[in-house]
C-alpha cells in the first residue's frame, strides 16, 4: 500500500515538471516571436554592452599582441607566462577587482562609475584583453616565423614589422575579434559585481537569466538563453565563413602562383 502511494506521488510529480517545461518553452518562444519589450531590452543592453567592451579590449589587444609576437627582449617568456595565467582568471576575479578599483574607498571611486553600464563594459573589456592579446600574438608569431625574415632583410623593425604581419593576417585576426565578442557576451560573473543586474538599467542577458531561474520564471530565462544561444552560433559560423573564406583565398593564391611560375 505504501509503495503504491509512493508512486502515485512520483508519477503526479513528474508529469507537472513535464507540462510545465514544455509551457515555458512554448511560452519563451512567444516572447521571442512577439517580441516582448522586456526581452528586447535586456538583449540591446547586453549586446552593446559586449561590444563596447570588445572593441576597447581589441583595440588595444590587437596592437600590443601584435608586437608581442615579434619583439624578443630579456622576460618575454615570464610576459607570456602571466598573459596565459590572465586567460583563466574567473571572470568574478575580474568583477571583485574592478568593483575594488571603483568603489568610494578604491582609487577610481570618484567616477562614480559602481553600478553602471561604464562599469561593466570596462569590466569585460579586461576580462577579455588578455584574449585578445593572446591570440593575436599567436597568429603574428607564426607570420614572423613564416616570412618575418623577408621584411627583416629589408630593415623593418619591430613595429613596422609587426603592423604589416597583423594587417598580412587580418582575417586571422577578424576571427579573433569574433571570439572576444563571443568570450564577452556570454560573461556573467564580472557584470554582476559591477553592474548590480539592476532592471532596466544593468541587467544583461546572462545576469537576467540567473535571476530569473532563481525566481522561478522560467519563460523568461528560456527565452534569454535561447536568444543567447543563437548568439553565439551565429559568431561560431561566421568564424567558420572566415576560416573557410581564407582557405579559399590562400589557395588560389597558390594556384595562381603555381601557374605563373609553370614554364
Not at 540591446?44 to 619583439?71: D, E, H, Q, T
Not at 568593483?99 to 562599469?119: E, Q, T
Request: hydrophobic share 55%; charged share 15%.
Amino acid at each position: 500500500m505504501a509503495f503504491h502511494i509512493a508512486g502515485d506521488c512520483v508519477g503526479d510529480y513528474d508529469t507537472p515538471s513535464m507540462t510545465s517545461l514544455s509551457e515555458s518553452a512554448f511560452t519563451a518562444l512567444q516572447l521571442i516571436v512577439t517580441p516582448d519589450p522586456t526581452l528586447l531590452a535586456i538583449v540591446g543592453r547586453s549586446l552593446s554592452v559586449s561590444a563596447a567592451a570588445s572593441a576597447i579590449a581589441c583595440a588595444v589587444g590587437l596592437l600590443l599582441g601584435a608586437w608581442l609576437g615579434v619583439a624578443r627582449f630579456p622576460g618575454r617568456t615570464a610576459v607570456l607566462a602571466v598573459l596565459n595565467t590572465f586567460l583563466a582568471v574567473p571572470s568574478v576575479v575580474v568583477g571583485l577587482v574592478v568593483y575594488l578599483l571603483l568603489s568610494r574607498s578604491g582609487p577610481l571611486g570618484y567616477l562614480g562609475w559602481l553600478f553602471s553600464v561604464k562599469a561593466m563594459v570596462l569590466a569585460q573589456a579586461l576580462l577579455v584583453l588578455p584574449v585578445a592579446m593572446a591570440l593575436t600574438r599567436q597568429a603574428v608569431e607564426d607570420a614572423e616565423n613564416s616570412h618575418g625574415e623577408q621584411l627583416r632583410s629589408l630593415g623593418a623593425g619591430p613595429l613596422v614589422r609587426s603592423l604589416l604581419l597583423a594587417w598580412d593576417e587580418r582575417h586571422a585576426l577578424l576571427t579573433v575579434v569574433i571570439a572576444v565578442f563571443g568570450r564577452a557576451v556570454s560573461e556573467v560573473g564580472a557584470v554582476m559585481i559591477v553592474g548590480g543586474n539592476i532592471d532596466g538599467f544593468t541587467r544583461v542577458m546572462t545576469t537576467a537569466i540567473a535571476l530569473e531561474t532563481s525566481k522561478g520564471d522560467l519563460p523568461l530565462a528560456l527565452g534569454l538563453g535561447l536568444v543567447l544561444l543563437g548568439v553565439v552560433l551565429v559568431l561560431n559560423g561566421l568564424i567558420t565563413m572566415l576560416r573557410f573564406w581564407r582557405e579559399q583565398a590562400e589557395g588560389g593564391a597558390l594556384r595562381a602562383a603555381a601557374v605563373e611560375a609553370a614554364p
